[in-house]
């Protein structure tokens, strides 16, 4: 079993900056593609951004700029650095990972989500 629990949402003003953490934990061989999707109420779930293992990056282009995914390979940890936030960020935030529980077997996984709002 995988797990992984977000944390550091909350109510912020407008232009002001969160960070947010997913600690991904359980039966974990290697943990790869790591991304954080949003999603407001009534709306599709989006992809904010992604980060493979190697690092490299890939943002959507609303939020470019202002938000910085990174991660931390030793402690299976993904962080989204959420600056100059708007109110159009509201949304709840999701971690996504993509693990190998063997070097064979892989799954992808969802944590349940982090409310982020922005107030004006």
């Known amino acids: 079993q995988v797990h992984l629990e977000e944390s550091g949402g909350g109510l912020v003003q407008a232009g002001g900056s969160l960070r947010l953490s997913c600690t991904a934990s359980?039966?974990?061989?290697?943990?790869?593609?790591m991304t954080w999707y949003r999603q407001a109420p009534e709306n599709e779930r989006d992809l904010v951004a992604t980060?493979?293992?190697?690092?490299?990056?890939n943002y959507a282009d609303s939020v470019k700029g202002r938000f910085t995914i990174s991660r931390d390979n030793a402690k299976n940890m993904l962080y989204l650095q959420m600056n100059s936030l708007a109110p159009e960020d509201t949304a709840t935030y999701y971690c996504?990972?993509?693990?190998?529980?063997?070097?064979?077997?892989?799954?992808?996984?969802w944590g349940q989500g982090t409310q982020v709002t922005v107030s004006s």
């Open positions: 980060i493979a293992r190697d690092g490299s990056t």
């Open positions: 996504n990972a993509d693990v190998q529980v063997n070097r064979n077997c892989g799954f992808n996984y």
């Open positions: 359980g039966d974990i061989f290697k943990v790869n593609d």
